[in-house]
């Protein structure tokens, strides 16, 4: 088995069963912190708990990404998540299932995961063959895409029959089974060991940090491509908080129907990432700004069920329709991200990449909670059918935007309508 293989099944192997045990948990913890205290807010303060450590420890995580052997990161990370889980564990049993237990357990693994997940997109491109790059990616998004349909389904299964603690036992064994598989990749095969220069003062460690947001300023492609990444996801959060307030609040469809139009985006997404794995390589500006403009439509046939709504039973309709619209968006958002993410992945160059997929991750954390305090306040003083339009036009002014700025960048590639990266195949 040659290396590419090894490491890709190895890869993809570990990631499943991590990001399995952990979505499962996250669900059953929702879900204990919901029947148990029946309190909104503290459900949101878990989700807050999570988010905000992701923010502060992004940037340090890229750095030390940069500056140690990437191997030992990601393995130390992931252990020491496992070590967490077995820990909180042995607290519930002493002082019983708590909140301050949850809370804390919640805010360690961010700042793990923080650190694994920085580390092991920064050394992804030096574990696979420059041709498979796209095709892991891919794969990659297929098991997120998969996690997310499986877990809830069997994390209800297992809440019925088991204490909520013992998820904490399952999510430990998952981490630890994770670093057993990565601890056979060949993290060295294309690039050799990492000569580690971990920052020991804190004005160097900013010295680092202003490099990476120097590399990225100076490379007006990565800036294009960083720009329009991060503004799909600010303007995502309109439709992460209008749809659900469409489906319950002014369509009063039921829990299941809700439960089946939201799984039609990663069943999308799941099909796409699979079939079209081998195709999803090569950047293309003028491509990409297609899948933009589809998007930027479909987010506007959102509001067609809105302006339509007096004319009769509507349930039918709206949950085939608005299961049609999020399948298709599940196929639109991997062929857009999965390319972006392969040609930041390998058009920066190794020894910034840490910095570079960390800037890019905090800055997307950090903008989503702002973009939910936005658009849930317009959803209180506009009609939602304005709001999923002005998404849609959003996207589609982003899309006009992404491409003339490819053009004007004056590559001969870009005029061409494909973005290639000097010999490198996605």
């Not at 598989?181 to 095969?189: G, K, P, R, T, V």
């Not at 799941?270 to 500006?285: C, D, E, R, Y």
Request: hydrophobic share 55%.
């Amino acid at each position: 088995m040659n290396k590419t293989k090894k490491n890709t099944i190895l890869f993809l192997l570990g990631k499943l069963v991590s990001l399995t045990g952990t979505r499962i948990y996250g669900f059953a913890m929702g879900l204990y912190i919901l029947k148990v205290t029946g309190s909104a807010l503290n459900f949101a303060v878990s989700i807050l708990l999570s988010t905000i450590p992701a923010i502060i420890f992004g940037p340090i995580g890229g750095v030390i990404a940069d500056k140690v052997d990437r191997k030992k990161l990601v393995l130390f990370s992931d252990f020491i998540s496992g070590v967490i889980m077995f820990v909180a564990f042995g607290l519930s049993q002493i002082y019983g299932l708590q909140l301050w237990i949850i809370y804390m357990s919640t805010v360690f693994l961010s700042i793990f995961n923080t650190l694994f997940t920085t580390s092991f997109d920064a050394a992804l491109p030096n574990l696979v063959d420059e041709a498979r790059l796209g095709k892991v990616n891919s794969f990659n998004q297929s098991i997120n895409s998969l996690t997310s349909i499986i877990a809830p389904i069997i994390g209800g299964i297992i809440y019925a029959v088991v204490p909520p603690t013992m998820f904490m036992i399952f999510n430990g064994v998952s981490f630890i089974l994770s670093t057993i598989s990565e601890y056979f990749i060949d993290f060295y095969w294309k690039v050799g060991k990492v000569k580690e220069k971990i920052v020991a003062k804190e004005n160097q460690f900013f010295s680092d940090l202003k490099e990476g947001f120097k590399y990225i300023r100076n490379n007006s492609v990565l800036m294009i491509v960083l720009s329009v990444a991060i503004f799909i996801n600010f303007l995502f959060t309109a439709i992460n908080v209008a749809i659900p307030h469409i489906i319950v609040v002014q369509f009063s469809l039921s829990d299941n129907l809700y439960g089946i139009i939201e799984s039609a985006f990663a069943v999308g997404s799941l099909f796409t990432s699979v079939v079209f794995a081998s195709k999803l390589g090569k950047f293309k500006p003028v491509k990409m700004g297609f899948y933009l403009i589809a998007l930027g439509i479909v987010n506007c046939l959102f509001s067609v069920p809105l302006i339509i709504s007096n004319i009769g039973n509507m349930d039918i309709f709206v949950s085939v329709f608005y299961s049609i619209l999020f399948f298709i968006m599940g196929f639109l958002i991997v062929v857009i991200n999965i390319p972006l993410s392969v040609y930041m992945q390998k058009t920066t160059d190794d020894e910034y990449r840490g910095r570079v997929m960390a800037l890019n991750a905090t800055i997307v954390t950090a903008i989503t909670p702002l973009g939910y305090l936005l658009h849930g306040l317009l959803l209180d003083l506009i009609p939602t059918s304005i709001i999923m339009i002005y998404t849609g036009v959003g996207i589609f002014l982003l899309a006009i935007f992404m491409v003339k700025k490819f053009k004007n960048n004056g590559s001969n590639e870009i005029i061409a309508g494909e973005m290639k990266v000097a010999e490198v195949e996605n």
